[in-house]
């Protein structure tokens, strides 16, 4: 789960973290005033997801008030990527002698915490990482000892000359853990942390992530959720127990396990047909499930034909079978639908289905080829 | 032989009295399973499918000598009832619960090896070893008992694999998920390595998806370890960068862990990458009929 920077910068200041003095507001009037506190200049940065929000003109400094107050009005409401800006975070202008990178995340393949440190922070470090990768520096946090001393200690020399600096980034070290471990991110990172003039550390930005899985640890963290930032059907299906993502084809896909539907939307590609979207109904057999499934991915006018691929362990294929009938019967089906089930009851399944005069295929390569050739029909005839 | 799991082993279920650990319990003691207990705490002296219910992993270790367990419990407690598992001295443990939160996991992981033991899992369908033992909830009747070894990021996948090699008139010495989550207890090195060394298994096939780079490591064990042929099939082609696909793991993030790159270590390791999961079982018989 994605929060917004001002959420993020929250958090850090609750461990003590140096941050700059900011207010964050949708009214360009108190950007103009909020100048009166936070000094001679401000960065104006608007509050969205997506990266990449300063090359698109979302970051401003404003020098004064009426720079400021104009500043934000041209941010707010602009769009980024998609999205509409609703708030921006004022900042005071900090100033830097050099910009830092420090990033905490998980390394799947050693299934251990690595925190990272380079001197080459900003906005480029992502090709930092994939070019000149020496120039990070990473520590891998056994988490059976935690965080230990000396390799804060390691950090530190990895990033600083200065004595008092390497002091002093000891602790904010320590605390960006503690932000990582106490609230299950999946990644807490700072970027820039810089250097002022007069030798201090302050983070301009950060960036936090919270792991998807850990939510339910977490009740507060729904209340930092910004729905405007997410998909809509995305996050519907979430709340259906479904797995979805829109892609741009015509052939609806339903399909039980996640590892399956991605097979089945390659299958359909390697076909020459298009698929719709991804959607996994998940190890469940409750017919509810496929009706929320239907909805969704009928909502979707390019449609030309449902693929429905199952194979039954923990799902049964009866209650898949009763399920598409409940289905059809609630709600209007406007396209053909092309059935593929096997496993655990599909004998029953495909009884069922029968008695309705529905078509049930049992081999997942035939069911697919029809569905390619039925999102194909009218091509032809045009 | 097979891997992990055979007539020897002795099944504790955790949430015996659950909805799905009790159908499970009584689908693997149809198949033949050796399930000797089943844990609830509270629920101690109870009973379910004939199976004699304990509080503790512990009591119930001490009584049936039991040397692995399935953990069936709800996702928040599932964490806390591997660390149960693995202080009881249970050494092979498989956790079925999909999205326990990643640091946890990171602990749990670390645990298990610390004390020398294998976890599977989780958001893993489990194992079976046809013929012999299942420890999962995978169909047992498309199964059938052979020489062929399945190993696997995903569930449902893996069955579809499984019935096309059933298909084709050959059988499997184990059939494994290591499940589909960001961080699981054991990766594919771990099992390709048991299967190199398990007699019975002839031949292995292998299932990835994008995110990760777990497949470009298996390919390089293939590569420098492996004798045995290997088939492969990696999902995911055609998903879009930066959307997660159902599993925690299956993610394209700045370029990395995408199908290419995992087909192209695979291809460079030998591994024979086919471009759909229904052929595996054409692929290996092809494969037998030419080489023996």
Same mark, same amino acid.
Request: proline letters at 3%; one cysteine or more.
């Given at each position: ?31 103009k ?31 004064t ?41 998980? /390394? ?18 992502e ?12 520590i ?39 932000v ?24 301009i /930005? ?11 640890k ?13 998909d ?66 009928l909502? /979707? ?82 | ?7 020897? !082993? ?6 015996i009295?659950?909805r ?7 689908? =693997? ?22 199976? *004699? ?5 512990k ?42 939160p990643?640091?946890? =996991? ?12 294998r ?12 013929? *012999?033992?299942?420890?999962?909830? =995978? ?17 449902t ?28 207890? !054991? ?42 042929p290997?088939f ?12 997660? =696909? ?17 087909? !192209? ?28």
């Amino acid at each position: 789960m994605k929060i917004h920077e001002y959420q993020a910068k929250e958090l850090l200041e609750k461990y003590g973290l140096p941050t700059p003095k900011s207010v964050v507001t949708s009214d360009p009037v108190k950007v103009k005033n909020s100048m009166s506190e936070l000094g001679t200049a401000v960065v104006i940065k608007a509050q969205v997801h997506v990266g990449g929000r300063g090359k698109a003109g979302g970051v401003k400094i404003a020098k004064t008030p009426d720079e400021a107050f104009k500043a934000a009005q041209e941010i707010l409401g602009m769009n980024i990527k998609g999205i509409t800006v609703k708030k921006v975070l004022v900042a005071e202008a900090v100033d830097i002698k050099q910009e830092l990178y420090i990033g905490i995340t998980v /390394d799947r393949s050693s299934k251990k915490i690595v925190f990272m440190a380079s001197r080459a922070g900003g906005v480029d470090i992502e090709e930092v990482a994939a070019n000149t990768p020496e120039k990070i520096e990473k520590i891998y946090i056994d988490p059976a000892l935690g965080f230990k001393g000396y390799q804060a200690r390691q950090l530190a020399f990895s990033l600083f000359d200065d004595s008092k600096l390497i002091k002093s980034s000891i602790s904010i070290f320590t605390k960006l853990y503690n932000v990582f471990i106490d609230n299950d991110c999946s990644i807490a990172e700072i970027n820039p942390l810089v250097i002022t003039n007069n030798n201090e550390l302050v983070a301009i /930005d950060s960036k936090i992530n919270f792991d998807d899985n850990a939510l339910l640890k977490h009740p507060g963290f729904e209340e930092l959720r910004d729905m405007d930032e997410e998909d809509a059907d995305e996050l519907h299906a979430k709340a259906s127990g479904l797995s979805f993502i829109k892609l741009d084809g015509d052939i609806g896909c339903i399909v039980n396990g996640a590892g399956l539907a991605m097979a089945t939307l390659d299958t359909i590609k390697l076909f020459n047909g298009n698929p719709a979207n991804f959607l996994d109904v998940g190890g469940s057999s409750n017919p509810e499930k496929i009706i929320d499934a239907f909805n969704l991915i009928l909502k /979707d006018k390019k449609i030309k034909v449902v693929l429905i691929n199952i194979f039954g362990g923990i799902t049964r294929c009866d209650d898949i079978a009763n399920g598409l009938l409940i289905a059809k019967d609630r709600i209007n089906i406007p396209v053909p639908i092309i059935i593929r089930l096997t496993g655990t009851n599909s004998e029953e399944a495909h009884k069922i289905l029968k008695a309705e005069n529905i078509s049930v295929y049992t081999n997942m390569d035939e069911a697919i080829k029809k569905a390619v050739a039925v999102s194909h029909e009218g091509e032809i005839s045009q | 032989m097979s891997i992990l799991i055979d007539n020897n !082993t002795k099944l504790i279920v955790q949430g015996i009295t659950g909805r799905d650990g009790s159908f499970h319990t009584k689908a =693997m003691l149809e198949y033949g399973t050796n399930v000797v207990a089943g844990v609830t705490p509270g629920k101690g002296g109870q009973s379910v499918h004939g199976i *004699k219910v304990f509080n503790t992993v512990k009591d119930a270790v001490k009584e049936t000598e039991a040397n692995c367990s399935i953990i069936y419990v709800p996702l928040l407690f599932a964490a806390d009832a591997i660390y149960e598992a693995i202080d009881a001295g249970i050494k092979l443990i498989i956790c079925i619960a999909e999205g326990i939160p990643v640091l946890d =996991m990171v602990e749990v992981t670390r645990y298990a090896e610390i004390n020398n033991v294998r976890l599977i899992g989780g958001n893993c369908p489990g194992i079976i070893s046809p013929g *012999k033992c299942k420890v999962g909830i =995978m169909p047992g009747k498309i199964h059938k008992q052979g020489s062929i070894g399945v190993v696997s990021r995903s569930g449902t996948l893996t069955y579809e694999v499984v019935q096309s090699i059933t298909s084709a008139g050959y059988g499997q010495s184990t059939v494994l998920g290591i499940g589909g989550d960001a961080i699981s207890g !054991t990766g594919f090195i771990d099992i390709l390595e048991l299967f190199e060394s398990d007699p019975e298994t002839e031949a292995v096939a292998i299932i990835g998806e994008i995110g990760g780079d777990a497949e470009e490591q298996a390919g390089l064990f293939v590569k420098n370890k492996m004798t045995k042929p290997v088939f492969g099939f990696i999902a995911g082609k055609s998903a879009p960068p930066g959307k997660r =696909m159902g599993h925690a793991g299956a993610i394209i993030s700045s370029g990395k862990g995408t199908a290419e790159s995992k087909i !192209t270590a695979w291809e460079e390791a030998g591994i024979k990458v086919l471009d759909r999961p229904d052929v595996f079982g054409e692929e290996i018989s092809k494969y037998f009929k030419y080489n023996k």
